[in-house]
C-alpha cells in the first residue's frame, strides 16, 4: 500500500458538492502533485450516461487524456484508492464530469498531496 504521508510533506482534501451536472476541475497551482483517492457520492441512483475524469495537460492539447470513465446507471458511490498514485505537473489539471441527468445531489472528494 502506497504510504502517502511517508512519502509526501503536503497532503490535501478538495471536496464539491452540488445538485444537478457535475463540472469541476483540480488544478493545484505551482507545484508537482499526485492524485491518491476518490471518492464520488450520489443521493440517488444515477443516470444512464458516464462520470468522467479527463487530464487536461498542462503542456499541450494533444497530450490529454481520458483517465476513467463509469457508466453511471443505477451506481450511488465509486470509491478509488490508488496503490500508485497519479503524477501530475504543474499547469495540469484534472476535470470531473458527470451529466447527473437525475438531478441527484452529489458530492466529490479528491485527496492528494505534493513536495
Given at each position: 500500500?502506497?504510504?502517502?504521508?511517508?512519502?509526501?510533506?503536503?497532503?490535501?482534501?478538495?471536496?464539491?458538492t452540488?445538485?444537478?451536472?457535475?463540472?469541476?476541475?483540480?488544478?493545484?497551482?505551482?507545484?508537482?502533485?499526485?492524485?491518491?483517492?476518490?471518492?464520488?457520492?450520489?443521493?440517488?441512483?444515477?443516470?444512464?450516461?458516464?462520470?468522467?475524469?479527463?487530464?487536461?495537460?498542462?503542456?499541450?492539447?494533444v497530450?490529454?487524456?481520458?483517465?476513467?470513465?463509469?457508466?453511471?446507471?443505477?451506481?450511488?458511490?465509486i470509491?478509488?484508492?490508488?496503490?500508485?498514485?497519479?503524477?501530475?505537473?504543474?499547469g495540469?489539471?484534472?476535470?470531473?464530469?458527470?451529466?447527473?441527468?437525475?438531478?441527484?445531489?452529489?458530492?466529490?472528494?479528491?485527496?492528494?498531496?505534493?513536495?
Amino acid at each position: 500500500m502506497y504510504d502517502v504521508t511517508a512519502r509526501h510533506s503536503q497532503v490535501r482534501t478538495q471536496r464539491w458538492t452540488g445538485v444537478g451536472a457535475i463540472a469541476v476541475t483540480l488544478a493545484p497551482a505551482g507545484e508537482r502533485w499526485w492524485v491518491t483517492s476518490l471518492r464520488l457520492h450520489l443521493d440517488a441512483g444515477g443516470a444512464a450516461t458516464d462520470f468522467t475524469i479527463i487530464e487536461d495537460n498542462g503542456t499541450a492539447a494533444v497530450h490529454d487524456v481520458l483517465i476513467y470513465t463509469r457508466a453511471m446507471a443505477a451506481v450511488t458511490d465509486i470509491v478509488m484508492a490508488l496503490d500508485t498514485p497519479g503524477m501530475f505537473e504543474e499547469g495540469d489539471e484534472l476535470d470531473f464530469a458527470y451529466a447527473n441527468g437525475g438531478g441527484a445531489t452529489w458530492g466529490l472528494e479528491i485527496i492528494y498531496a505534493s513536495d
